[in-house]
T-cell receptor, first 114, second 113 residues
Framework: NAGVMQNPRHLVRRRGQEARLRCSPM?????VYWYRQLPEEGLKFMVY????????ESGMPKERFSAEFPKEGPSILRIQQVVRGDSAAYFC????????????FGSGTRLTVV | GQQLNQSPQSMFIQEGEDVSMNCTSS?????WLWYKQDPGEGPVLLIA?????ELTSNGRLTAQFGITRKDSFLNISASIPSDVGIYFC?????????????FGGGTRLMVKP
């Protein structure tokens, strides 16, 4: 009974490259949330998705960032033309329904932009 | 946007001591949650609070949902070395107002054996 799986655990990108972060929710969970954590800070909400739909992207930067949760396969957070300020830990969480029940976090992807 | 002020930012205590940390908000939340994060890992839920005034325990942990719905505290009794980590409070509006969590800045707990 695997939990929320995120990969890669660590990702190093040069400035200007693209970063793709993957999140496989818990079995049976159809709601996915992405959060970003800067060093020494709490997590900040980015986007909430259900299968094939973006429900709330109020925390997403307007440019370079996009997210999807296709009918088949993992949710993807994509960051284009990365900059040093994108270096952070990105966490994915999933839930069974729209509330916080079963709101389980993955272990995160640590993105380092050099 | 909403902000949660969590204090203290860090604590260095002796094993066996009790610990108290709290969170305050300028906005009302319908759910308060307390998480622990170990280095290199995601947050793990410790306690969830759903009703104003609610007091809930989980082993040596006790948390309360403030009457005004704008604050919460977490107590850890008889601390042990494995309590070391960062503790976060989080609030959720829920219902149709949004399912995202708003996190505090964290309390870094260090326990001296």
């Amino acid at each position: 009974n695997a939990g929320v799986m995120q990969n890669p655990r660590h990702l190093v990108r040069r400035r200007g490259q693209e970063a793709r972060l993957r999140c496989s929710p818990m079995k049976g969970h159809s709601h996915v949330y992405w959060y970003r954590q800067l060093p020494e800070e709490g997590l900040k909400f980015m986007v909430y998705l259900q299968k094939e739909n973006i429900i709330d992207e109020s925390g997403m930067p307007k440019e370079r960032f996009s997210a999807e949760f296709p009918k088949e396969g993992p949710s993807i957070l994509r960051i284009q033309q990365v900059v040093r300020g994108d270096s952070a830990a990105y966490f994915c969480a999933s839930s069974l329904g729209g509330g916080w029940y079963g709101y389980t976090f993955g272990s995160g992807t640590r993105l380092t932009v050099v | 946007g909403q902000q949660l002020n969590q204090s203290p930012q860090s604590m260095f205590i002796q094993e066996g001591e009790d610990v108290s940390m709290n969170c305050t908000s300028s906005s009302i939340f319908n759910t308060w949650l307390w998480y622990k994060q170990d280095p290199g890992e995601g947050p793990v839920l410790l306690i969830a609070l759903y009703k104003a005034g609610e007091l809930t325990s989980n082993g040596r942990l006790t948390a309360q949902f403030g009457i005004t719905r704008k604050d919460s505290f977490l107590n850890i009794s008889a601390s042990i070395p494995s309590d070391v980590g960062i503790y976060f409070c989080a609030g959720q509006l829920g219902n149709n107002a949004g399912n995202m969590l708003t996190f505090g800045g964290g309390t870094r707990l260090m326990v001296k054996p």
